[in-house]
């Protein structure tokens, strides 16, 4: 660790490490390059600042003391900051603690002995605004369109027999879940992230999608998932996106964007409270101010990922903009968001609707693609990406339950891109046992055969993640 005076940093300055506060926050990642509104608002912190590898190194200090992990717990509240291994504040004074808190601090956990004074954790906070706004002024000179070309992927060849078992999908999903859990406690601990770890989930995710397109879908909607689980979340709107991608013909380097797009855009919830991440109707204006700044936050915390695209930055920022200019955090309108944080809009978007929510009722599988589209007809997100997405799990999504016109009920496991409304099935009880092989609606004529609406899963169907 090195003390540095404030004389001592300059413009263009690039930090060889973590730049620390004297009360051990991390304020700058290595290799940041200092600005001059940079330096102005480290002025506002202090007359000193420090160079370190993480925040053991201020120990001999005593302005953090070392908490062992193993003495924390969850559903505790804690009554002084708490500061991960990498110098960021992983959970404040009062905080209720988490899993994911529990995970950011396992690599090391210090409490902030005398306490940073509130004029410095403001224009701490200030110098996070200041960062952000260096990074819009840098995303204006971006191009935020995508080229479209053929079939980058091979979406329409020949697909693999070999297909998987819904519960080798689900042990394959929850593995990677786990491992994205564990990048995520490394960002809200302050820890470099290797773009490595990430987009190796991204490539598993591209390998399934070209090993059967049309029965891909149930990465992402078959799946049972842990309400409030943000890496869940996450994998749900990677799996969507790179099929939306895919879809759209987008070259392989932008469907990879979507995927890591989708890893990573709502890591600022983490520095939300859970009562703002599951409350709906009850929010007051303040807390929802608060709850649009995780497009802020996830933005700051990713800037410990290292050689992250800034594409993928903006369009995390970006990904609640809307195409009617209602969205946050700068009310954009259509063309202004920019393709790559339109997509993630959608793919976001499908993925919650389709997940467990403490304020609502999950919806069956078609309400939400039902939904989805409504939403493209009204100009709220759009169009030619909410088609894609029905092109890529269909309206009744796989491993759905379906009304026939016969009155018989049956359970989705296959679709066509090419009539989505028009799914494979196969009959059974009302207990969702297979009674018969399966059928393909599209080798009927319609009026004939067709799905009259969805239907509700029987209740042995119906599965649990664990939580994290």
């Known amino acids: 660790m090195r003390e540095i005076g404030i004389d001592n940093l300059h413009e263009g300055l690039v930090l060889p490490l973590d730049l620390y506060s004297a009360w051990g926050i991390k304020l700058l990642t290595r290799r940041t390059a200092i600005s001059r509104a940079m330096l102005d608002h480290l002025r506002t912190i202090g007359p000193r600042f420090y160079l370190a590898e993480n925040a053991r190194a201020f120990a001999p200090l005593a302005v953090l003391r070392e908490v062992r992990p193993e003495d924390l717990s969850r559903d505790t509240e804690i009554r002084s900051d708490l500061v991960g291994l990498g110098g960021r504040i992983a959970a404040r004074a009062g905080t209720i603690l988490e899993p994911h808190h529990l995970d950011a601090l396992a690599q090391g956990a210090f409490e902030v002995v005398a306490g940073e004074p509130e004029h410095v954790a403001a224009n701490r906070r200030k110098l996070a605004g200041v960062i952000l706004e260096r990074r819009k002024e840098q995303w204006?000179?971006?191009?935020?369109?995508?080229?479209?070309?053929?079939?980058?992927?091979?979406?329409?060849?020949?697909e693999a027999e070999d297909w998987p078992s819904i519960d080798e999908i689900i042990a394959w999903r929850e593995e990677r879940v786990d491992l994205l859990r564990l990048q995520y406690a490394r960002l809200l601990a302050g820890l470099p992230v290797r773009l490595a770890a990430l987009t190796r989930l991204v490539d598993d995710l591209i390998a399934m999608l070209r090993r059967n397109p049309s029965r891909y879908g149930q990465v992402a909607l078959s799946c049972p998932c842990a309400a409030d689980y943000l890496p869940d979340h996450a994998f749900n709107t990677a799996a969507l996106a790179i099929a939306i991608a895919a879809r759209r013909h987008w070259p392989l380097e932008y469907v990879q964007l979507a995927g890591l797009s989708g890893l990573v855009h709502d890591v600022g919830m983490l520095l939300l409270p859970q009562r703002l991440r599951i409350e709906d109707e009850n929010l007051d204006e303040q807390d929802r101010s608060r709850l649009r700044r995780h497009t802020s936050y996830s933005v700051s915390l990713l800037d410990d990922v290292e050689e992250l695209p800034e594409g993928v930055l903006c369009a995390a920022y970006r990904h609640h903009e809307r195409d009617n200019g209602k969205g946050y955090p700068d009310a954009l309108r259509a063309k202004e968001i920019g393709d790559l944080a339109r997509l993630l809009a959608v793919a976001d978007m499908a993925a919650a609707m389709n997940e467990p929510r403490a304020f609502r009722p999950q919806p069956l599988a078609h309400e939400a693609i039902q939904t989805m589209v409504q939403y493209g007809v009204d100009n709220f997100?759009?169009?030619?990406?909410?088609?894609?997405?029905?092109?890529?799990v269909g309206l009744y999504?796989?491993?759905?339950?379906?009304?026939?016109?016969?009155?018989?009920?049956?359970?989705?496991?296959?679709?066509?891109?090419?009539?989505p409304d028009r799914p494979i099935v196969?009959?059974?009880?009302?207990?969702?046992?297979?009674?018969?092989?399966?059928m393909d609606l599209t080798r009927n004529e319609p009026w004939e055969l067709f799905v009259l609406d969805g239907a509700p899963p029987p209740a042995p169907a119906q599965r649990q993640r664990r939580a994290g």
Not at 140 to 158: E, F, I, N, T, Y
Not at 426 to 438: F, H, I, K
Request: proline share 4%; with cysteine; aromatic share 2%.
């Open 426 to 438: 196969r009959l059974c009880d009302d207990r969702g046992v297979a009674t018969g092989g399966t």
């Open 140 to 158: 204006k000179g971006l191009d935020q369109s995508v080229p479209v070309q053929g079939d980058a992927l091979g979406l329409d060849r020949a």
């Open 381 to 392: 997100i759009h169009r030619p990406l909410v088609r894609a997405l029905v092109e890529t």
């Open 397 to 419: 999504p796989i491993g759905s339950y379906v009304t026939l016109s016969t009155q018989r009920v049956a359970q989705v496991v296959g679709m066509h891109f090419h009539a």
